[in-house]
């Protein structure tokens, strides 16, 4: 599930093929809020993303399964920033869809995270505060029932739904979603005995810099082993560098 939310897949090679390799179908879906499909489609989601973008989701995954491709008893979600929230709205609202989960920097409630973005003048929009901007793209933060209800299905709120293996991972100089955001969640999950794996990498941010070959590719192994281990039960060779990384960052 992409980022964003307002962003899109477009296809072509990425480091996501490397599943494709270990025998996985992938489905990487353009739900609404999508850009690249017009204004209209962009502005679809607003008030509504952990509600029906995340049903636009399973929709195309239903389509998928009904061409015959993929196995419904035998799903995993993974999703990096909005796709990691995704991750978390789709493991508590629907828990029985899939075996198995990976949220990297994700946010947990979003416009609380929005909100604490605009405080720190993050991602301005051409000029405009974030906050102007919001109205817009996001909701009324004068409108107290569309807030009420964005705050009920969000997954900070609906967190106890998670009843699958999922697997965490944030950075703690991460600018956009505050790693304590992160650590208050899986805390959640732990005390509640949930099957919960959580990496905090100290050194990068949102993102691991392109140069930074080593984090990115023990990332991809932490992703693929964890699937392996969760939907396939395959082990995944790792080597040293790897063992060293997952040592250093493991939290649980």
């Known amino acids: 599930v992409h ?22 179908a992938i489905f990487q879906p353009n739900f609404r809020a999508s850009t690249g499909y017009g204004l209209d489609y962009m502005l679809a989601g607003k008030e509504k993303f952990s509600t029906r973008v995340q049903q636009d989701i399973l929709d195309g995954i239903d389509f998928i399964l009904n061409q015959g491709i993929g196995d419904k008893s035998n799903m995993g979600v993974f999703g990096h920033s909005f796709g990691g929230y995704s ?12 075996q198995a989960g990976v949220a990297t920097a994700p946010g947990t409630n ?85 099957t919960i794996e959580f990496f905090e990498d100290k050194k990068v941010g949102h993102n691991p810099s392109s140069d930074d070959v080593h984090t990115r590719q023990a990332m ?15 082990t995944t060779e790792s080597n040293d560098d790897i063992d060293r990384y997952i040592q250093r960052y493991r939290v649980y």
């Open 3 to 24: 980022g964003g939310p307002f962003n899109r897949n477009k296809g072509g090679f990425n480091p996501i093929q490397y599943m494709v390799n270990q025998g996985y």
């Open 87 to 98: 991750v978390l709205s789709l493991m508590s609202q629907y828990p029985d869809v899939f």
């Open 220 to 234: 991809l192994y932490m992703i693929t082993e964890f699937f392996n281990r969760h939907i396939k039960n395959t």
């Open 110 to 194: 979003l416009l609380k995270l929005l909100k604490t973005m605009d405080e720190k003048r993050i991602n301005e929009y051409d000029g405009l505060s974030l906050k102007l901007a919001l109205t817009v793209l996001f909701a009324d933060l004068n409108d107290k029932e569309t807030i009420n209800k964005m705050e009920k299905t969000s997954p900070a709120t609906t967190w106890a739904g998670i009843n699958k293996p999922l697997l965490m991972w944030g950075g703690r100089l991460d600018k956009r979603i505050p790693i304590t955001h992160l650590r208050d969640f899986a805390l959640k999950l732990k005390q509640a005995d949930k």
